[in-house]
């Protein structure tokens, strides 16, 4: 059995895989390094030399690094696809202390990104790669251009009170899911390799005062760029809200240089106005694409979000399990602005930002770049319907989307309008799961199943599952103002007035009103697990079947494209990186083990195909993964 599972696996790699050009492999020490982002973009003169030390710097893009040498490296996971990318593989008997930037790849120009960012709608200023570090950019055999990156590699001007350092568990978390999105068909970062070593930092994982002592690693990220909104956002004003400017505020030469860098040299010279409408596209795109999965990436602020329309900086995400519209992956959202249904929204949100950022250099194009973004919600929606209803098995994609190495469409083509009865069938698949608390991806793939209805039902949560999950989200949506004190406000009727404004800015406002939203949601959580309790799993049971018969019903009288069940299951994966899954392996990792972490590399490569001798690990959501809280 374990021989033909080899075989099939094997065939099918080469299906997935025999399209593409491999670029040849050469010797670590013979890459062929151009770092023309280094050439053309400001880099912050040393004065002095080199120097970590934390500062502002203003007139840059990029300041130069040297990187903190590990002890005793040894790599514990790879992808030879993604190293491919670069043309190399893990065979190089220095492979760990080149990529881990213990050793310095001959070529290479250890640096960090100067970069600017809202946080959870507030404007942070300078922020800037802490972890990250640039070591150049490779042409391979294919005369491909990639961004080569590794994170972890110790203290830069950009880390702040940190130490530059990254754990294993986080590495590890980062290193699998970049490779599980592209396999998914998601565009994204790529990762090489992880790499562990005997160094170890004090961390306090639970923010209760209880640090410990973990080991470090690095990982190796690789892009055609890692410029992001935030990179944008350096010459940005003063807040008045948060009372901080970008390093580079009054001074736009090097927005300018930045602009001309982007244009030239990823967007084939387009006008600033063509060059935000693919952005704004190609944002749409990734967003749909993230919630057809059930992704959520946790920490959408602009300085998390790629120009090159790629899902970038894997922090606390999560892929969701038993559906939750508002579902909250990051622990320390604790007022849900980054739930699932947020995500296109805060999209939306950042692509104003980077907008007003352009303006700085085209104060004559407001109306052009607000039209731009304004058009997110209508391609959007296109792009979403589209993707669910192929999941559905009701629409049948206009020509096969060939994409290229971080999973982007060679072409972005919005596609039509579907029909009013398709977007109902997916609503109402949506709010049915909802109503049942059915889990994301063994929903979807229910319906090609023998009998669909018992799969369906088979796939949703027990009250007692549904109690757990409230409390898990409760415990993370948590008040800054006394209830009885934000009722007496929220009573107020110009408090009333200021708050239904939509364009309004003033932060007491905006504090106001997000505690009242978070508020209502605790009042909804409260109500669910009141009803849950007076709920057997008999009775749930038979709410959910009664449910999801009235949904087949209406889905059955739909006409499905030619070889529906076979085309739902190339979209709809069997096998995601769940919270627990992760958890497990993490565990298992810091203890010396591998096993798992190796199993589960080679399992993210066919996501949509049953493998019975690996998924027997991974069959069941245990009851204790609804206490997982990832920050």
């Given amino acids: 059995l374990q021989f033909l599972y080899f075989i099939a696996s094997s065939t099918r790699q080469i299906k997935m895989t025999g399209s593409r050009a491999r670029a040849a492999l050469q010797c670590l020490e013979q890459l062929h390094f151009d770092n023309r982002t280094l050439r053309l973009l400001p880099v912050e003169e040393p004065n002095g030399g080199i ?61 960090a990104h100067c970069y600017c960012g809202h946080q959870f709608g507030n404007f942070a200023g300078q922020l800037g790669d802490g972890a990250t570090m640039y070591l150049g950019e490779i042409i391979n055999s294919l005369s491909q251009r990639w961004e080569l990156q590794i994170k972890g590699g110790g203290k830069t001007p950009y880390s702040r009170t940190a130490d530059g350092r990254k754990v294993l568990r986080s590495s590890l978390r980062e290193f699998l899911c970049s490779e599980a999105m592209f396999y998914l068909g998601v565009p994204t970062t790529r990762s090489g390799s992880l790499i562990t070593s005997e160094d170890t930092v004090i961390r306090d994982i639970k923010y209760d005062g209880n640090a410990e002592h973990e080991p470090c690693a690095v990982i190796t990220r690789i892009a055609p760029t890692f410029i992001r909104f935030g990179s944008f956002q350096i010459s940005d004003p003063k807040s008045e809200s948060t009372d901080r400017a970008g390093p580079s505020a009054g001074d736009t030469k090097p927005l300018s240089s930045l602009l001309d860098f982007v244009t030239e040299s990823f967007f084939d010279k387009k006008s600033p106005t063509d060059l935000l409408t693919h952005v704004v596209t190609s944002t749409a795109y990734l967003v749909a694409k993230w919630q057809s999965i059930g992704w959520c990436h946790g920490v959408l602020n602009t300085d998390n979000m790629s120009i090159a329309g790629l899902t970038i900086d894997y922090g606390p995400y999560g892929f969701m399990g ?29 692509l104003r930002q980077f907008a007003n950022s352009l303006l700085l250099l085209h104060p004559g194009l407001s109306s052009e770049f607000a039209a731009c973004v304004d058009k997110f919600d209508s391609v959007y929606e296109r792009f979403y319907y589209d993707m669910m209803g192929q999941k559905l098995g009701l629409v049948d994609a206009s020509s096969p989307c060939e994409t290229d190495d971080v999973g982007r ?10 029909s009013n009865d398709v977007k109902k069938l997916v609503d109402s698949f949506i709010q ?19 009998v669909p209805l018992d799969a369906l039902v088979e796939a949703c949560a ?21 209830p009885g004190q934000l009722r007496h406000l929220c009573m107020l009727p110009q408090i009333q007035l200021a708050i239904d404004d939509e364009n309004t800015t003033d932060p007491s406002i905006l504090m106001i009103r997000s505690e009242r939203d978070k508020f209502l949601k605790l009042s909804d959580l409260a109500d669910e697990v009141e009803k849950m309790k007076e709920m057997t799993a008999e009775t749930k049971r038979d709410r959910d079947r009664n449910l999801w ?33 992760l958890q497990k392996l993490i565990e298992d990792s810091e203890r010396g083990d591998y096993a798992s972490l190796h199993r589960v590399i080679e399992r993210i490569k066919t996501p949509f195909t049953h493998q019975p001798l690996v998924d027997k690990h991974y069959s069941k959501e245990p009851e204790w993964s609804a206490n997982i809280c990832v920050t």
Wanted: aromatic content about 10%.
């Fill in 51 to 111: 120097k970590p030390d934390q500062r502002s710097v203003p007139g840059a893009c990029f300041s130069l690094v040297d990187i903190s040498p590990l002890k005793n490296t040894h790599t514990v996971g790879v992808s030879l696809s993604a190293l491919n990318l670069l043309g190399i593989d893990d065979s190089h008997k220095d492979f760990a202390e080149y990529l881990s930037g213990s050793k310095i790849i001959p070529g290479s120009q250890p640096a």
């Fill in 322 to 350: 038993y559906f939750d519209k508002q579902y909250i992956c990051n622990g320390s959202d604790q007022g849900g602005r980054y739930d699932y249904e947020s995500q296109p929204v805060r999209c939306k949100w950042n």
């Fill in 549 to 581: 018969q009235e949904w087949l019903t209406k889905y059955s009288a739909h006409e499905k494209v030619v070889d529906s069940d076979k085309k739902m299951n190339s979209l709809n994966p069997v096998f995601i990186l769940r919270q627990w899954i």
């Fill in 432 to 450: 049915t799961m909802d109503a049942t608390r059915c889990d994301f991806t063994d929903g979807f793939r229910a319906l090609t199943s023998l």
């Fill in 462 to 482: 027990t009250p007692e599952t549904c109690i757990s999950l409230c409390k898990a989200k409760g415990g993370i949506l948590r008040l800054a103002i006394d």
């Fill in 409 to 418: 469409p060679l072409s972005y083509v919005v596609p039509a309008e579907v």
